[in-house]
């Protein structure tokens, strides 16, 4: 009988499903870089789940993020580009601004040519989400998993068209992911309470298996219905706490091209992979597959700069602080590399290149998308909005503006996209605005930065994936031309634009930065530069302490010389890598090197035989055993990457702390 009744309700459902809209899954990963799944090139991450779906779906090579997390989810509910909803950065966790405060700062130091505007913090009740378009066409919508759309409950998912939702807040990270979720773990102090209306599970339970389990539970309420599924996945973001059974196994495994090794990600990948494999079983098990529009997507680029030893923010991590067992555990597998690997792509999360935004993209829609196809058309979070009610015939809301345009037709490969170029505004961190033309991509910045002195990139990325060859001088027409499109994008959407700084003092700005500052464009990492009469004094304030440059931009082989004297002398090394790297390699490009105990002063001169353009590189040197005080420090171009190897060497970069005593 129980037989019998389970054939007659799957026969009910499939006589209903003729009559409703298609359902949509929107399952979205929180950090997943470009590279990192079966399906996208990955040799070592195991995502067999991804793999299917790739099967199943149209995989885009070249879909697009904003470099994080908030402008992209405002994005896609409402359409909009970022420059023109005003969630311009990771900012949905913090408390809203007084009504009517400017989101310029009130002031900034004399150096400063401009005053940066703020990112908003909620998302604006005031604009429809395609959650409230599709509740409104009958759909039930439900979100589970990560919002960073705002603080307070008047910001939530349940205020912006979700009838269920399962979330909590503030919601950078999660509150931790292991139950009790009550514990704030992603840096605050120990003991922290979260809102929201998350509750505990068993001790124990993972926070990516326990959203899944409110998903399903979703989708088998409303099997009769037409659903929107809003699975948000707080993986793979920090604080990356895994499930060590998994890690352990990716401990034991190497990557056949060396590019990826985070046992700890592959971990969280993993279990973000059975997620994704038990959602679509159950869309099989309740016959709904072939009647719902499945997207699969990721919020921003690959994380290729959290919990290394350049991250500043676990430099005061102590035992009492809630992150102090995460850091240990993470550390325990994975040492200080970064979560991920985005080459070919350049650098990472939170940056404009196309390491921190080309990102994963797989939509199945059987019998509408051919499955096991692609695409290279670039479409990003501003298309999920119109290309969904596109998709399930619901017309656009009269009244807002809609940045984005359907890519319907792209997946039922009927046709192209009707647009010249898509934009990204990120006014943070390094700031930038780029625009994407065909092939050709242009950066521009209103200021230099000592690790980005060219104020316009141009990157032709069918030839240059990993923008590592700017073309803005050999190209100055097409310069031209995208800064036209940059213009008039500004001028539509609103954006705010840097303002320049009143207290901006000219005179001061316009010294060379080596006169204010002797150490400009060396940054120091576990570790602080000193001004003594005898030269600069590198003091530890942690292991491995290193000067970091980005300003040695040369093609071929280096040399290095320093004046440096270490009372108890030690081992040091030399690591690079290249414009094209989104890090450093674990081997093959570092030289080592070491100094002599004592007070005399000594010339230490190293050979870097660099392949390519450079991009950083580190100088370490032992100052964890006792200070290390340095007089000099130059580059030079090896003879054999010169052009005329007879002329006398020349000079890449050189510090001088002090004049050499006659």
């Not at 230099?448 to 700017?470: C, F, K, R, T």
């Amino acid at each position: 009988m129980l037989v019998l009744a389970f054939l007659l309700g799957t026969q009910a459902r499939a006589s209903t499903a003729e009559s409703l809209r298609p359902n949509v899954v929107f399952f979205l990963v929180d950090d997943m870089g470009w590279m990192d799944s079966t399906p996208y090139g990955s040799t070592y991450y195991e995502t067999p789940n991804m793999q299917r779906l790739a099967e199943q779906s149209m995989r885009f090579t070249d879909a697009f993020a904003v470099p994080l997390c908030s402008p992209t989810r405002a994005s896609i509910l409402t359409g909009q580009y970022s420059a023109r909803h005003g969630i311009t950065s990771a900012t949905g966790h913090l408390p809203p601004r007084p009504h009517g405060e400017s989101r310029f700062p009130a002031k900034a130091p004399p150096n400063k040519r401009f005053l940066y505007p703020d990112s908003k913090h909620f998302l604006d009740p005031e604009l429809v989400t395609i959650a409230e378009v599709l509740r409104d066409a009958g759909y039930r919508t439900g979100h589970f998993g990560k919002w960073h759309l705002g603080l307070m409950p008047e910001h939530w998912p349940e205020q912006q068209g979700f009838e269920t939702t399962w979330h909590c807040a503030p919601d950078p990270g999660p509150p931790s992911y292991f139950s009790p979720y009550g514990v704030h773990a992603d840096g605050g102090p120990a003991g922290q309470r979260r809102v929201g209306n998350i509750t505990d599970g068993p001790d124990g339970e993972h926070i990516t298996d326990r959203v899944t389990d409110e998903a399903l539970k979703f989708i088998d309420s409303h099997a009769d219905q037409p659903f929107f599924l809003n699975l948000w996945h707080y993986s793979v973001h920090g604080p990356w706490q895994h499930k060590e059974a998994y890690t352990a196994q990716f401990a034991e495994k190497s990557d056949p091209s060396g590019r990826q090794k985070n046992p700890v990600m592959a971990s969280m990948l993993r279990n973000v992979d059975e997620s994704l494999g038990r959602v679509l079983d159950r869309l099989d098990a309740l016959g709904l597959t072939d009647r719902t529009l499945f997207i699969f997507y990721s919020d921003n680029g690959g994380n290729t700069h959290s919990w290394t030893a350049d991250d500043r923010k676990l430099r005061n991590v102590t035992p009492k602080h809630s992150l102090y067992e995460t850091i240990n555990s993470y550390r325990k597998w994975a040492g200080d590399q970064p979560p991920t690997n985005n080459a070919p792509l350049r650098e990472g999360k939170g940056r404009i290149y196309e390491g921190g935004q080309r990102v994963p993209l797989m939509v199945r829609w059987p019998g509408q998308v051919p499955a096991g196809s692609t695409s290279d058309a670039v479409v990003g979070p501003i298309d999920m909005f119109p290309t969904i009610l596109d998709a399930v015939e619901v017309p656009l809301p009269s009244g807002q503006v809609i940045d984005g345009v359907s890519f319907l037709s792209v997946l039922q490969q009927r046709g192209d996209l009707d647009r010249k170029a898509v934009f990204t505004w990120f006014p943070h961190l390094i700031p930038a605005v780029s625009v994407r033309a065909g092939d050709f991509k242009l950066i521009r910045r209103w200021e230099s930065h000592p690790a980005y002195p060219e104020v316009l990139e141009l990157y032709d990325l069918d030839q240059d994936l990993g923008e590592s060859s700017n073309l803005a001088d050999a190209m100055p027409n097409k310069v031209r031309e995208l800064n036209g499109m940059i213009d008039d994008f500004i001028r539509t959407t609103g954006a705010l634009e840097p303002v320049p700084n009143p207290a901006f003092d000219a005179q001061a700005s316009s010294r060379a930065p080596a006169a204010r500052d002797p150490a400009a464009g060396l940054v120091p990492k576990m570790c602080r530069l000193l001004s003594t009469a005898n030269g600069m004094q590198m003091v530890a304030d942690g292991r491995s302490p290193f000067l970091g440059t980005a300003q040695i931009r040369h093609e071929g082989s280096m040399r290095l010389r320093m004046e440096v004297r270490c009372r108890e002398g030690g081992d040091g090394s030399i690591r690079w890598k290249t414009a094209r790297q989104s890090e450093f390699p674990s081997k093959g490009q570092e030289v080592a090197f070491t100094l002599r105990p004592g007070s005399d002063w000594q010339t230490v001169e190293v050979a870097l035989p660099v392949e390519g353009r450079s991009g950083i590189v580190r100088i370490y040197l032992p100052a964890d055993r006792a200070p290390v005080q340095i007089r000099s420090i130059e580059f030079f171009a090896s003879a054999e990457s010169r052009v005329n190897a007879e002329k006398p060497e020349a000079s890449l970069r050189r510090w001088e702390f002090q004049k050499p005593t006659p």
